[in-house]
Protein backbone atom coordinates (compact mmCIF):
# COMPACT_ATOMS: atom_id res chain seq x y z
CA UNK A 1 0.00 0.00 0.00
CA UNK A 2 1.26 3.64 -0.67
CA UNK A 3 1.59 6.37 1.78
CA UNK A 4 0.06 9.46 1.75
CA UNK A 5 2.31 12.61 1.48
CA UNK A 6 0.96 16.05 2.12
CA UNK A 7 2.51 19.28 0.78
CA UNK A 8 1.35 22.91 0.71
CA UNK A 9 0.52 24.55 -2.80
CA UNK A 10 0.45 28.65 -2.86
CA UNK A 11 -1.94 29.77 -6.20
CA UNK A 12 -3.52 33.10 -6.93
CA UNK A 13 -7.07 33.26 -5.31
CA UNK A 14 -8.18 33.86 -8.74
CA UNK A 15 -6.50 31.07 -10.04
CA UNK A 16 -8.03 28.96 -7.00
CA UNK A 17 -11.49 30.49 -6.99
CA UNK A 18 -11.39 28.95 -10.77
CA UNK A 19 -10.21 25.64 -10.07
CA UNK A 20 -12.71 25.26 -7.14
CA UNK A 21 -15.39 26.17 -9.37
CA UNK A 22 -13.87 23.38 -12.56
CA UNK A 23 -13.80 20.70 -9.55
CA UNK A 24 -17.12 21.82 -7.91
CA UNK A 25 -18.47 20.47 -11.93
CA UNK A 26 -16.70 17.96 -12.30
CA UNK A 27 -18.08 16.37 -8.83
CA UNK A 28 -14.77 16.08 -7.46
CA UNK A 29 -15.22 14.98 -4.01
CA UNK A 30 -11.84 17.62 -2.88
CA UNK A 31 -9.28 19.16 -4.03
CA UNK A 32 -6.45 16.52 -3.45
CA UNK A 33 -8.49 13.81 -5.48
CA UNK A 34 -8.75 16.84 -8.67
CA UNK A 35 -4.93 17.27 -7.88
CA UNK A 36 -4.12 13.42 -7.97
CA UNK A 37 -6.14 12.93 -11.76
CA UNK A 38 -4.48 16.54 -12.66
CA UNK A 39 -1.13 14.60 -12.50
CA UNK A 40 -2.25 11.18 -13.83
CA UNK A 41 -3.16 13.43 -17.20
CA UNK A 42 0.03 14.90 -17.39
CA UNK A 43 1.97 11.08 -16.41
CA UNK A 44 -0.26 9.92 -19.37
CA UNK A 45 0.45 12.40 -21.44
CA UNK A 46 3.99 11.83 -21.07
CA UNK A 47 3.68 7.89 -21.07
CA UNK A 48 2.68 8.64 -24.99
CA UNK A 49 5.03 10.93 -25.75
CA UNK A 50 7.40 8.16 -24.88
CA UNK A 51 6.18 5.66 -27.47
CA UNK A 52 4.83 3.76 -24.97
CA UNK A 53 1.46 1.51 -25.72
CA UNK A 54 -1.54 3.30 -25.51
CA UNK A 55 -4.89 2.31 -25.67
CA UNK A 56 -7.41 4.10 -27.21
CA UNK A 57 -10.48 4.89 -29.30
CA UNK A 58 -10.91 6.68 -32.95
CA UNK A 59 -14.37 8.27 -33.13
CA UNK A 60 -15.76 9.63 -36.63
CA UNK A 61 -18.64 10.25 -38.15
CA UNK A 62 -19.63 10.42 -41.76
CA UNK A 63 -22.14 10.24 -44.12
CA UNK A 64 -22.73 6.41 -45.63
CA UNK A 65 -24.26 7.60 -48.83
CA UNK A 66 -20.59 9.30 -50.15
CA UNK A 67 -19.72 7.36 -52.73
CA UNK A 68 -16.65 4.39 -52.15
CA UNK A 69 -16.15 6.24 -48.22
CA UNK A 70 -17.20 2.90 -46.36
CA UNK A 71 -14.68 0.69 -48.90
CA UNK A 72 -12.10 3.52 -48.23
CA UNK A 73 -12.49 3.69 -44.62
CA UNK A 74 -12.33 -0.13 -44.43
CA UNK A 75 -8.81 -0.57 -46.56
CA UNK A 76 -7.53 1.76 -44.36
CA UNK A 77 -7.83 0.07 -41.38
CA UNK A 78 -6.53 -3.30 -43.08
CA UNK A 79 -3.43 -1.39 -43.17
CA UNK A 80 -3.13 -0.58 -39.44
CA UNK A 81 -5.21 -4.40 -38.62
CA UNK A 82 -2.13 -4.72 -35.90
CA UNK A 83 -3.35 -1.56 -34.30
CA UNK A 84 -7.23 -1.69 -34.19
CA UNK A 85 -8.68 -3.80 -31.56
CA UNK A 86 -12.13 -3.51 -32.52
CA UNK A 87 -14.66 -1.49 -34.38
CA UNK A 88 -18.19 -0.44 -33.48
CA UNK A 89 -20.48 0.73 -36.62
CA UNK A 90 -23.88 2.72 -35.14
CA UNK A 91 -26.96 4.34 -37.17
CA UNK A 92 -27.11 7.83 -36.28
CA UNK A 93 -30.07 8.78 -38.89
CA UNK A 94 -30.63 7.55 -42.41
CA UNK A 95 -27.48 9.70 -43.94
CA UNK A 96 -24.89 9.58 -40.69
CA UNK A 97 -22.77 7.51 -39.19
CA UNK A 98 -20.97 7.24 -35.77
CA UNK A 99 -17.69 4.37 -36.11
CA UNK A 100 -15.86 3.91 -33.08
CA UNK A 101 -12.27 2.29 -33.86
CA UNK A 102 -10.55 0.69 -30.20
CA UNK A 103 -7.22 0.96 -30.84
CA UNK A 104 -4.38 -0.74 -28.95
CA UNK A 105 -0.50 0.05 -29.85
CA UNK A 106 1.93 2.72 -30.55
CA UNK A 107 0.77 6.20 -30.02
CA UNK A 108 2.42 7.76 -33.18
CA UNK A 109 0.91 4.96 -35.49
CA UNK A 110 -2.40 5.74 -33.45
CA UNK A 111 -2.32 9.14 -34.50
CA UNK A 112 -1.00 8.37 -38.13
CA UNK A 113 -4.74 6.20 -38.29
CA UNK A 114 -6.60 8.79 -36.76
CA UNK A 115 -5.31 11.39 -38.88
CA UNK A 116 -5.92 9.15 -42.32
CA UNK A 117 -8.81 8.03 -41.75
CA UNK A 118 -10.36 12.23 -41.07
CA UNK A 119 -8.94 13.11 -43.94
CA UNK A 120 -11.07 10.81 -46.33
CA UNK A 121 -13.44 12.69 -48.46
CA UNK A 122 -17.10 12.06 -46.80
CA UNK A 123 -15.78 11.88 -43.18
CA UNK A 124 -17.33 15.17 -41.37
CA UNK A 125 -15.71 14.53 -38.03
CA UNK A 126 -13.00 12.38 -36.52
CA UNK A 127 -11.06 12.47 -33.14
CA UNK A 128 -8.48 10.28 -31.54
CA UNK A 129 -8.75 9.57 -27.66
CA UNK A 130 -5.43 8.19 -26.33
CA UNK A 131 -5.25 6.56 -23.13
CA UNK A 132 -2.68 4.85 -21.17
CA UNK A 133 -3.28 0.89 -21.15
CA UNK A 134 -2.35 1.25 -17.10
CA UNK A 135 0.66 -0.75 -16.79
CA UNK A 136 3.12 2.58 -16.29
CA UNK A 137 0.52 4.21 -13.90
CA UNK A 138 0.37 3.16 -10.00
Known amino acids: MSKLFR ?11 KFDRLIRAKNYPNRSEAFRDLIRKELVKREWQKAAEIAGAITLIYDHHKRELLNKLTNI ?4 QNLIVSTQHIHLDHNNCLEIIVVKGNPKQA ?3 ADTLKAVKGVKYG ?10 IK
Open 111 to 113: QKL
Open 77 to 80: QHDF
Open 7 to 17: FGVSLDKDLLD
Open 127 to 136: TLSMSTTGKE
